[in-house]
């Protein structure tokens, strides 16, 4: 097969017939670094949980499975033409959404109530896009009217009630297992027909925030299920890094590896009901 891209956690061949072969690996990144070393078992639960949602969500949007890959890391997709746009549903305040909520209380050019905290809950699901940066660099978060200049009006409509919707759902399922869905992020593409289809992967621990419910409480960071707990490692005096230098992040000890696998192997068998078995 071709080798056509590797990103920050996916590689990308091309088959023969024309199709992708899509490849997680259990690569992690955080604050646009690829960190050291991998999560054991990531790339195949994230794989895993994307093909359990993407049977979740077939009625909400069609999406780029075409086979069963290989293993249990892999998927063969239909090619997509990709949104240069980020998706973004947020439920919650947290992440970025919080850093500019407490600079002018909008996040995405969306106006808030006053007296948000850190994890509280949002009137409404709302829809935050962000530019699509390079490997390397970071995603801005712009407004919807920035998006309707990027793709046009129907389109930019489309894209924020598939990404509600799929949010809608997402939350809906989780919360029904204990676990609440405070954001997540998917890739939209059209497909062959012209169709807008979701792709890439969704509603994983790498792309979403999952908090157990009965631990929720506004007004601090929540416990996760996701890559939360390494940047909360990252940041923390015990790493010894600053993420605004030009230095890269220290290497990830075990215990962090350890504990971030056991997270993102309790949301794959929360959300599913299902033994992990690679």
């Known amino acids: 097969m071709k080798h056509l891209h590797s990103g920050k956690v996916r590689d990308l061949y091309q088959?023969?017939?024309?199709?992708?072969?899509?490849?997680?690996?259990?690569?992690?990144?955080?604050?646009d670094h690829v960190l050291e070393p991998g999560i054991p078992d990531k790339g195949a639960i994230l794989t895993q949980l994307s093909l359990w949602w993407f049977d979740q969500l077939a009625d909400?949007?069609?999406?780029?499975?075409?086979?069963?890959?290989?293993?249990?890391?892999?998927?063969?997709?239909?090619p997509l033409k990709m949104v240069p746009i980020e998706c973004v549903a947020r439920g919650y305040l947290a992440g970025s959404g919080l850093t500019d909520y407490r600079r002018d209380r909008t996040v995405s050019g969306v106006r808030l109530p006053e007296g948000l905290q850190d994890g509280s809950r949002l009137p409404e699901p709302i829809f935050t896009p962000s530019t699509k940066a390079p490997v390397g660099q970071h995603d801005e978060p712009i407004p919807?009217?920035?998006?309707?200049?990027?793709?046009?009006?129907?389109?930019?409509?489309?894209?924020?009630?598939?990404?509600?919707?799929?949010?809608?759902?997402?939350?809906?399922?989780?919360?029904?297992?204990?676990?609440?869905?405070?954001?997540?992020?998917?890739?939209?593409?059209?497909?062959?027909?012209?169709?807008?289809?979701?792709?890439?992967?969704v509603l994983t621990p790498d792309s979403s925030r999952f908090w157990?419910?009965?631990?929720?409480?506004?007004?601090?960071?929540?416990?996760?299920?996701?890559?939360?707990?390494?940047?909360?490692?990252?940041?923390?005096?015990?790493?010894?890094?600053?993420?605004?230098?030009?230095?890269?992040?220290p290497r990830l000890p075990d215990k962090v590896v350890e504990q971030t696998r056991r997270r993102y192997l309790e949301a794959y068998e929360r959300l599913t009901g299902a033994s992990f078995n690679g």
């Open 60 to 78: 909400v949007v069609p999406n780029h499975i075409a086979a069963p890959g290989p293993d249990a890391r892999s998927m063969v997709c239909k």
């Open 144 to 201: 919807y009217e920035r998006v309707v200049e990027e793709v046009g009006a129907e389109t930019a409509e489309a894209l924020r009630r598939v990404t509600l919707a799929v949010y809608t759902r997402g939350a809906e399922i989780a919360r029904e297992r204990g676990i609440i869905l405070a954001d997540t992020k998917i890739e939209l593409g059209w497909d062959s027909e012209g169709v807008l289809t979701l792709g890439d992967e």
């Open 15 to 31: 088959t023969d017939d024309g199709l992708l072969l899509m490849v997680a690996s259990d690569r992690i990144s955080a604050f």
């Open 212 to 249: 157990p419910a009965d631990a929720w409480e506004p007004g601090h960071p929540q416990p996760s299920f996701d890559k939360q707990y390494v940047r909360d490692w990252l940041t923390s005096p015990e790493s010894g890094w600053d993420k605004s230098s030009e230095t890269p992040p």
